[in-house]
């Protein structure tokens, strides 16, 4: 009988074996998905001010907590990967404001343990795909943001990037020659979770956790969240391929990536 891997443990295991790579690849710039379509969202969602604290979640190797850093603000930043979070101390300077922690995102008593009503600001960055069962965080975060403090989160737009999306290009004739890119999607409105790359040559591939639009916001509201923040974020369109179908201008209609802001009641 083919036993079937344990999500979350699948999960871990994967980034800890793809901590090296990805600490590689995103280094202390980012690659184009998180300068061109995240940060730009999230930093303006965020409001940063100095002196406020922000929550980090599945903070990877570190790159977000360190923007929001060199901004003034204090940084309490965790990763259920050990391994990414040794990547994320090596980086850090003398007198840096971040405080890393290795903590499972779907334990509540770790959650907790990082204090009540501490919280400022929560954000994740491109990572509750990541993530197994993200019920426990959200039913979590309220205890750990104060009054009116706002949760950030970026993810892949489940409508137009997720792991049934397959991309297209076509050549047409119709008087005019014209060459459409385009994307195909046969899942939505179902979660389910499969197994992708992040990454072309990374060592594992990690499991995605593909959940609808609403998924994420009806959970925000049954937890005490109201929605008062959405971009959909798209490429330029004189930004380049990183492959022949990869995201670049040429789908620069169809946004990869959704940014959406929820404050506490």
Known sequence: MDIQPDPHEFTRDAWEDNAEIWDKRMG???????????????????????????LD???????????????GAQVTAFDFS?????????????????????????????LLSMGENRFDVALSNMALFDIANIEVLFQTLPRLLKPNGIFVFSLMHPCFNNSSSVHTVEESDNGEIKIVY?????RYMTPYHAKGLALRNQ????????????????????????????????FPPDSPQTSLLG???????????????????
């Open 82 to 110: 050990s391994n990414l979070i040794e990547k994320a101390k090596a980086r850090e300077n003398p007198g840096s404001l971040i405080d890393y922690q290795v903590i499972d995102a779907t334990d509540e008593q770790q």
């Open 182 to 186: 385009s994307v195909k999607i046969s």
């Open 28 to 54: 202390d710039e980012g690659n184009d998905f998180f300068n061109l379509l995240c940060w730009p969202a999230i930093a303006s969602l965020l409001d940063i001010r100095p002196g406020r604290r922000y």
């Open 57 to 71: 979640i599945a903070c990877g190797n570190g790159l977000t907590s360190r923007r929001l850093a060199a901004l």
């Open 203 to 234: 060592p594992k591939p990690q499991m995605y956790f593909e959940r609808p639009l609403q998924y994420y916001l009806n959970l925000g509201f049954q937890n005490g969240f109201v929605l008062d923040g959405f971009e959909e974020r798209a």
């Open 247 to 265: 995201w670049g201008g040429k789908f620069s209609e169809i946004p990869p990536v959704v940014v959406i802001r929820f404050r506490r009641k």
